[in-house]
């Protein structure tokens, strides 16, 4: 066995690594050992301490090297679905990103995102319910009683959440090849809810979840600052076009899904609207195309380094085919960006 400071240490919890710089008074046990190796949990990602400050703030305060450094100084990425206090800087969550990229690409993994509302699952608050739909908050289990149902009800937060048909058949196969966050502009409670009933073992998810709570007041969309994936290795799958102004080469769109009427357009009598909406197979298409994109990243020679091609590039060529009269997709269900 290599010693320890000659390998990465593995599966680290970043809040025990934060809660042990908040303790620890003196820093020159880091000084002492510069090239001792943490990592970033769940995410195999993993960090070298080096002599060059890389700037891991705690509660605004670099708590790495002693520098003094603080957070209003430096140009930082706030990572608070991680830890409700850490951020790093943009320097080091680059750094983060390639060892990251490395260790995923050894996996023949690339990164997928995922939207909630109209891409997994419609959800909506309990007085949005029509009176057709009334009696389903009564008749609906729990997130604490629901085993594989499909229709759930969260108390704390007075909302009722159906998942998209084949859901779960979806993430079980895309986790085999792609690492999978969550990004939503709902509440963090809404977003740990639904987690928790798509993810209950934690498999596929653990602490990637990011919300609106993640996001300043300025942020009206969505982008990949906060994700420690790097963006050359990044799938998007979402429902609206206009949320990814700055990712829309990464991005995949997937056609709404609906299953309440609340501000459903195409407004049906409930009865119907629950029938197609248990027709619906945008995951299965989604799923095919996923399945498509990571073969063409990956197809070559076993032995390569994957590390300098880009996802971006393999998602046009994907398309091309894909609007080629002979391989013509379910274009009205999944469409790029």
Not at 51 to 60: E, Y
Not at 158 to 181: N, W
Not at 190 to 206: H, I, Q, S, T, W
Request: hydrophobic share 35%.
């Amino acid at each position: 066995m290599p010693p320890l400071f000659d390998c990465f240490v593995e599966k680290f919890s970043v809040t025990l690594l934060l809660t042990y710089l908040l303790l620890k008074t003196s820093l020159r046990f880091w000084r002492s050992f510069p090239d001792f190796k943490t990592a970033v949990p769940e995410l195999d990602v993993y960090v070298k301490m080096e002599k060059k400050c890389s700037h891991v703030f705690v509660q605004g305060i670099c708590g790495n090297c002693g520098c003094g450094q603080r957070i209003d100084t430096i140009c930082a990425s706030q990572l608070g679905y991680i830890h409700k206090d850490y951020n790093v800087s943009i320097e080091d969550r680059d750094r983060i990103r390639e060892f990251g990229l490395k260790n995923m690409l050894e996996k023949k993994k690339l990164y997928l995102i995922l939207d909630l509302d109209h891409t997994l699952v419609h959800s909506v608050r309990k007085d949005q319910l029509s009176p057709d739909e009334k009696h389903l908050w009564n008749e609906t289990n729990s997130l604490q009683d629901i085993s594989n149902g499909s229709l759930c009800r969260f108390d704390s937060i007075k909302m009722i959440t159906k998942l998209r048909p084949f859901a779960r058949t979806f993430l079980k196969e895309v986790s085999d090849m792609y690492e999978m966050y969550i990004y939503t502009r709902g509440s963090i409670k809404y977003a740990l809810n639904v987690a928790k009933l798509l993810d209950p073992g934690r498999n596929y998810f653990g602490s990637r979840v990011i919300s609106r709570d993640d996001c300043s007041s300025q942020e009206h969309g969505k982008n990949l600052d906060k994700v420690l994936a790097a963006e050359n290795a990044v799938v998007i799958l979402d429902d609206e076009k206009s949320a990814w102004s700055e990712n829309r080469q990464n991005l995949v769109i997937i056609q709404k899904y609906y299953y309440f009427a609340y501000k459903n357009k195409n407004v049906t009598p409930f009865a119907s609207m629950k029938d197609r909406s248990e027709s619906d197979t945008g995951l299965i298409v989604s799923l095919n195309i996923l399945k498509h994109i990571h073969q063409m990243f990956f197809d070559g020679d076993v032995d390569e380094d994957f590390k300098n091609r880009d996802v971006r590039e393999v998602m046009k060529r994907a398309q091309a085919e894909m609007c080629h009269p002979d391989r013509r997709v379910q274009a009205e269900a999944f469409i790029f960006s």
